[in-house]
């Protein structure tokens, strides 16, 4: 046993050996390609050089000819190995390989990989059964896989390589350690379990991060940790299935399939999860960063509408904050505060001047911004309620706002606190086209219009938390928080 425990040792660090050195080879080739490139074609035409001698090319082709070389080498240990002990009873072996090739033939997509329920099986045959057994139904798992998804002749040796080099060093520890007492082999066999089912990742994500020439640690934190949870308790159904067979014999393989069936099932619910979450995150991200891009385009139009938009904003999350809102409540204000005034970005340049004396049809004009912005952000996903607040900022409590005229009780909250933190800045701002005024005069007329312009209480809470005048925040301060902002890029929330 002890020289099987040191043959998988050497068959390790050969394994080793062989992929720096390729690696290296690869890594020389690709730089006399570049060069070669740079020379024949420094203007940069593809074709200028055979593709044989493109930078990748001789990467891969190093890659293939070290990753072939180990899975010779791990065949020839396997046969090598071989025991017609091994194979006994022959129904064992047929029903392990059955069960693992149907779990492999189960995959589903992870966030880059296929996940299958394969190695279950193959690790009960590392321990039932031996080295050759184990590392045939591997190959068997692989290359039923091939049949579905006709992989390229790299991918089908990485394939190979990562299904057959795990199960040998797996089986070939199995028997070498071989705990007499039930506890250590049941320790033993997950230990082997884990061991080998993060080899098989890592051979996998190895082949197409040194293709890629780089991430393979982003892979094993995206793709490998997530589901080291599952792997651990399919792990201990392994170890229990070897249990029950030595006890009931063929009872702990139907143990096997079915809790094997069910933790596949349960994986593919918790990747899928993992999956729309990343696609809303990545959404979010562009959304957010789409949504500030805007903001910064309007600002080369209008500063002073961009630092008025920042201020409201900034004001008006503290107060929801004061209010103990939610956090997406908050949210909805802060982007709210910092869209309120979008819809004024379809006025010719005349109308944003505050020193421009404005007409009827002017007045009009600008009467019209908060449904303009409303309906330009409505088709924005997840910014619905950033749009009701927007739409309704100049509403008033006593009924006589606009553009519909809602009386307090129907103006949305998020518009409420909006109205106060905006008439605020506009009184105080030095680039208000009311000019400029200190906090006591400004706190006094929201007083004096408060009831009828703005909501009482918020007023109030607002001068609890802005108690004098401030240094006003910028723009490019206020949109990291929009871009954090996730809650607001998703399905509307149902109303309470």
Do not use: K
């Amino acid at each position: 046993m002890l020289t099987l425990l040191i043959i998988g040792l050497v068959l390790w660090v050969t394994i080793a050996v062989l992929v720096v050195a390729a690696l290296r080879a690869a890594s020389l080739a690709d730089t006399a390609a570049r060069e070669a490139l740079h020379e024949l074609a420094p203007d940069a035409v593809d074709d200028a050089v055979p593709f044989t001698d493109l930078p990748g090319v001789a990467r891969r082709r190093y890659l293939v000819v070290a990753e072939l070389a180990t899975l010779v080498l791990v065949v020839a240990l396997a046969v090598q190995s071989s025991r017609a002990e091994h194979w006994q009873p022959v129904a064992l072996t047929g029903l392990l390989a059955a069960l693992a090739v149907a779990g492999d033939l189960q995959t589903f997509r992870g966030r880059q990989f296929r996940i299958s329920a394969s190695f279950p099986a193959i690790v009960v045959a590392m321990a039932l059964l031996g080295p050759t057994p184990a590392v045939a139904i591997g190959a068997a798992c692989a290359l039923a896989d091939a049949v579905l998804t006709r992989p390229r002749a790299h991918q089908l040796i990485s394939n190979l390589l990562a299904y057959t080099a795990p199960p040998l060093l797996g089986a070939l520890l199995l028997h070498g350690l071989a705990p007499e007492d039930d506890i250590g082999l049941a320790v033993t066999i997950m230990g082997v379990y884990l061991l080998t089912s993060t080899l098989n990742f890592v051979l996998i994500a190895g082949h197409t991060a040194a293709l890629a020439r780089g991430g393979l640690g982003a892979m094993v934190r995206n793709e490998l940790l997530p589901v080291m949870p599952w792997e651990l308790g399919a792990a201990g159904v392994a170890a229990v299935a070897v249990y029950v067979h030595d006890v009931r014999g063929a009872g702990g393989l139907a143990v096997l399939a079915v809790a094997g069936i069910a933790f596949q099932w349960l994986l593919r619910a918790v990747m899928e999860g993992q999956r729309r979450g990343g696609v809303i995150e990545h959404q979010t991200n562009e959304l957010g960063g789409m949504v500030g891009l805007v903001l910064q385009l309007l600002a080369v139009r209008d500063p002073a509408s961009a630092r008025h938009a920042a201020a409201v904003a900034h004001n008006a999350r503290l107060m929801a904050a004061a209010a103990g809102l939610s956090q997406r409540e908050r949210e909805v204000v802060h982007a709210a505060g910092l869209l309120h005034d979008i819809g004024r970005q379809a006025f010719a340049d005349a109308l944003l001047r505050p020193e421009q004396v404005v007409d009827d049809g002017g007045r009009r004009a600008i009467r019209t911004h908060p449904e303009l912005g409303a309906r330009l952000l409505r088709q924005v996903p997840g910014m619905w309620d950033v749009a009701d607040a927007v739409e309704a900022h100049h509403e008033r409590p006593d009924g006589t706002g606009y553009p519909r005229g809602l009386p307090g009780g129907r103006i949305p909250r998020a518009a409420r606190i909006l109205a106060v933190a905006e008439v605020y800045d506009v009184l105080t701002a030095e680039d208000s086209y009311r000019g400029a005024h200190g906090h006591e005069w400004a706190a006094a007329e929201l007083r004096r219009v408060a009831g009828t312009q703005l909501d009482p209480r918020y007023v109030e809470l607002f001068l609890t938390v802005v108690t004098e005048a401030r240094r006003r925040p910028s723009l490019d301060e206020e949109l990291p928080a929009l871009r954090r902002a996730r809650s607001l890029f998703g399905p509307r929330p149902a109303e309470s």
